[in-house]
């Protein structure tokens, strides 16, 4: 292979990364923007996951006028969990991305397995808000506004907290897997071999 | 305004996600690490720092490094400590003192002691320097003793620095894998007694810094200090004549340069060297923002590590890690810490809404507490497995003073943040104290 198609399958990899992260940051604002839309769509999801659980009745997204579960406990009375701008994933899942582009732009990162590590982080950032959601709408069911309070106060922020600890771990992983480089860190086994 | 607070809200979440990351890897690989080496957190707990070469195999040649400057009240007992060994040499660099570091130092030395006298202008220009100084004389000492380069090591100590008894029996044997090119010790602080300062550097160092180093092991980036700092010739060579930058600190700098030429830096759990401690805040401030400034200029050769494809991918997103710590978690925590509390107090009836009688609000607070505080009750725990004499009043004190101590973080490295932008890079060097004579238990 001649220098200039190197040089020239370089800019073109550097091309596809830069347009990846482009990508992945106009996600990110799309997010921001249009967090509404976001919400509404986790409150659909929360509704399903609820209604599947549980069994528990449960309105569709007529039944509010901002993103909500609306669900019927086991008394009869009816409840709405309000999904607000930080109960839902649509800033942190911005915040994800614009580190996904920030990775998809080094040389050293593949743009395949940032793209796995996203679509990982993502889901594991939405599943573990669902599990949130359907625990606070399962203890205000069952336990009343008392202990609503508390698992909404702490033990939610305590399962966002390790979510996002756990997402960013896993996506870390994913993108820089652990172990040598096949082909790189020839001076260390050079090294090795000389003293073999 | 809601958006702004969320969006604040948010980035302290990720901060404190990312830093509850790198934090909790880096203790449990470290002490898993600790467990593979055959050794447990008490290991060394109980250390003594008098002989430092019992035991040793003298499979290597060794030159022990001591640059100082004004060190009359400690130099002594350094270099006597130093003389004993069978191969070792110590050459103490005297860079322009004005009291009698130099003299004591020959006395106190022996045969094996060499002294080089730096004078004015070319004293007192860094560390690095001073370094650089004697490494030139060390190559022309191997290259009159004929000895092997590749069986040559470089120990960089501090003036007040004591290694642990048998320590070299433990250290050399790191060197027989070719790969190793430097090797860190764990630091304890000798006047830990002193007061709460000195007993939380103590913490600081033998608790999370030591445990830290044992989990980088795993990715062979123990990070060089500036005591107990060894390191291969044939490693040190391969950086020029001058293998110590000017920066504040060289000994960081050293370990990047190692790791990018392909080096492993490791550790051991069955020796460590002691030290003094700082025992005045406003030292203290001066040391630590001294280290700030050097470990944030440190930070732009996170794309030199980045790009270099001899580092493994897990070498390089370790370094980068801590080397952005300032960057990413020092300087926005300094900001979101008290964005946090503020928080905590203006949403108090929401945060603490489930304390809705005497028993819930018992039983809520001190899970909120055990949450909360997670990781000041693990420090707790590993500052008294580590050394079973702190007893749990005082590890508990120390595990939780960061409440407080954040604050010199804060000032450290806001401070070290305007040195660089006024392009202040001067050398503030630490203070030593004389100390009685009888060694601390």
Not at chain 2, 47 to 75: H, K, M, Q, T
């Amino acid at each position: 292979m001649t220098r200039g198609a190197v040089a020239g399958g370089a800019a073109t990899g550097r091309t596809i990364r830069y347009a990846i992260a482009g990508l992945l940051l106009a996600c990110a604002v799309a997010l921001v923007a249009g967090e509404q839309i976001g919400r509404s769509v986790e409150s659909s999801i929360a509704r399903w996951l609820l209604h599947t659980v549980s069994g528990m009745e449960v309105l569709g997204m007529h039944a509010s006028t901002v993103p909500a579960v609306v669900f019927r406990s086991g008394n009869l009375r009816w409840n709405v969990l309000e999904i607000t701008l930080e109960c839902a994933i649509a800033l942190t899942l911005a915040g994800l991305l614009v580190i996904g582009a920030a990775l998809v732009c080094t040389s050293r990162c593949s743009p395949g397995r940032v793209l796995l590590a996203m679509a990982a982080g993502t889901s594991l950032l939405v599943l573990v808000n669902q599990v949130r959601i359907v625990m606070l709408a399962l203890v205000l069911a069952h336990g009343g506004v008392g202990p609503f309070e508390w698992a909404h106060s702490f033990a939610g922020s305590v399962v966002s907290l390790a979510g996002l600890a756990g997402t960013l771990f896993v996506v870390f992983t994913l993108v820089i897997r652990p172990g040598a480089v096949p082909g790189r860190d020839t001076r260390t086994r050079s090294r090795q071999e000389a003293h073999a | 305004m809601s958006m702004f607070v969320a969006v604040v809200n948010t980035v302290a979440v990720m901060v404190i996600a990312l830093s509850l990351v790198y934090f909790l890897a880096a203790m449990i690989a470290g002490i898993h690490e600790l467990r593979r080496a055959g050794a447990s957190l008490r290991t060394q707990g109980n250390a003594v720092y008098d002989r430092p070469f019992s035991g040793e195999p003298a499979s290597f040649d060794v030159y022990f490094l001591i640059p100082c400057l004004n060190e009359e009240a400690v130099i002594g007992p350094t270099v006597s400590a130093l003389a004993g060994g069978r191969r070792s040499t110590t050459i103490v660099v005297d860079d322009g003192s004005d009291d009698a570091t130099a003299a004591i130092a020959e006395q106190a030395g022996g045969a094996t002691t060499t002294v080089i006298r730096r004078r004015l202008p070319h004293a007192r220009a860094g560390k690095g320097a001073a370094l650089n100084a004697a490494f030139s004389t060390v190559l022309e000492l191997v290259a009159e003793r004929a000895q092997d380069p590749e069986r040559v090591l470089v120990c960089v100590m501090d003036a007040d620095g004591r290694l642990s008894d048998g320590a070299l029996s433990h250290i050399l044997p790191l060197f027989e894998d070719p790969a190793v090119g430097g090797s860190q010790l764990a630091v304890r602080i000798r006047n830990r007694d002193q007061n709460f300062l000195t007993r939380f550097q103590d913490f600081q160092f033998w608790s999370m810094s030591a445990v830290t180093q044992f989990g980088r092991r795993k990715t062979g980036t123990v990070s060089l200090g500036g005591n107990g700092q060894f390191t291969r010739l044939t490693a040190l060579r391969e950086l020029g004549t001058e293998p110590w930058s000017a920066s504040l600190t060289e000994d960081l700098d050293l370990a990047i340069s190692l790791i990018a030429n392909g080096w492993r830096l490791e550790t051991t759990p069955d020796a460590s060297v002691d030290q003094q401690g700082v025992e005045s805040l406003r030292r203290l401030v001066v040391q630590r923002r001294r280290w700030y400034q050097g470990h944030m200029t440190a930070g732009r050769r996170i794309g030199e590590v980045w790009s270099n494809p001899d580092i493994p991918h897990g070498r390089a997103l370790e370094v980068s890690a801590y080397l952005s710590v300032p960057w990413l978690f020092d300087l926005p925590w300094s900001i979101l810490w008290h964005w946090t509390l503020a928080t905590l107090v203006l949403r108090a009836d929401a945060q603490f809404a489930w304390a809705t009688s005497p028993v819930s609000a018992l039983v809520g607070g001190a899970i909120w507490y055990l949450v909360t505080f997670a990781p000041a009750i693990f420090t707790t725990i590993v500052y008294h497995r580590r050394d079973r004499r702190v007893g749990w009043p005082t590890a508990v004190l120390m595990g939780h003073a960061f409440v407080v101590m954040n604050y010199l973080s804060f000032v450290c490295a806001w401070g070290a943040l305007i040195r660089m932008v006024r392009g202040r890079t001067g050398w503030d060097k630490t203070t030593r104290t004389v100390e009685p004579s009888a060694s601390p238990a």
